[in-house]
């Protein structure tokens, strides 16, 4: 028994924050933004919209696109390090909208891989035959974690969320995941406050994301390399197999290394990080859903997804669309 993905949908916040709206507020410029990391705008969550609202948005649309209704979903898994609540999930509070009851739902945060951790797990739940119709969401409202007087880190990221619907099926499908991790690298990139240190720890900026971009980009460009090859070896497959690479959505530089190292030319990769910037969990999720609703990606093609965070996390899926 295989997992397939049977229809995909995506959802970006109306609110759109260009380049030069934040020359108004760090100092920055555009051409600084576009060379270094290709981004020429994000969208941005309004006030009162949260990361549930997004989800909600993206998983009914991948709903539609697989031909079900939210009574058919028997598992609900959802990527995001920007929760509603401590609890109950956001996993919960989406299945509440979605007014089903009574399946397992649950969040998981491995920050920008997240979204490909939670397929790797659905993965499982639908091969082992313990769920047949699962609802993997990636989403975001990350822009709530930034400090916007750091220019280092808020020309970076946006808000949005994506979501998958998975089913069984005879026919692949996901053919591997592979997923990793490696705590010690956590003080490069993390939001330090937290929960268990008390509310206060989340004050004095240590409730906001800070990176060492440089260190970050230099471990990044190497591990995805490593990863692409794990996943090629692991399913006995050469490079020119695939058919479309969609990589996380961080920096042009990083994704154009990792096609390089794939040999493949960048008409073959799904780049959204020019209008969407870093959204985290939610990018691998939209940039499949863009590239499938404008045609590039067809049925029975090959698709290499990978994505590296926080963490470190870092991880790839491979799979027949
Ligand atoms: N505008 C203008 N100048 C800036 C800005 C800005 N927005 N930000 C930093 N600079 C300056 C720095 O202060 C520095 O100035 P200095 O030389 O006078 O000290 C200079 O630009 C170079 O800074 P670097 O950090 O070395 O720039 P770099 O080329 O590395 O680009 C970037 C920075 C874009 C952040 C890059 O390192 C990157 O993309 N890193 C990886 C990010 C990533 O992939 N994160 C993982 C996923 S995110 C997640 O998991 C939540």
Redesign the pocket.
Known sequence: MYSRITGTGGYLPDKVLTNAD?EKI????DQ??RE??GISKRHVAAEGQFTVDLAEHAARRALEAAGRDAQDVDLIIVAT?TPDRVFPSTACLLQKRLDRHGCAAFDIQA???GFVYALGIADKFVRTGAARCALVVGAET?TRLLDWND???????GDGAGAVVLEASEEPGILSTHLHADGAYEHL?TVPGGVSQGYDSLTDGHGY?T???????KV?VNTLGRIVDETLEANKLEKSDIDWLIP?Q??I??IQATARKLGMSMDHVVVTVDEHG?T?SASVPMALDVAVRDGRIKPGEMLLMEA????F?WGSVLLKF
């Open positions: 934040l760090v100092d920055t410029t600084w933004i270094r990391t390090t920050v920008c891989t990350l220019r280092s880190t808020c020309v970076l990221f990139l994301v990176m060492k971009g440089n260190e970050v980009f990044a996380h961080a920096n530089r990083i870093n985290s590296f965070g926080g963490g996390t």
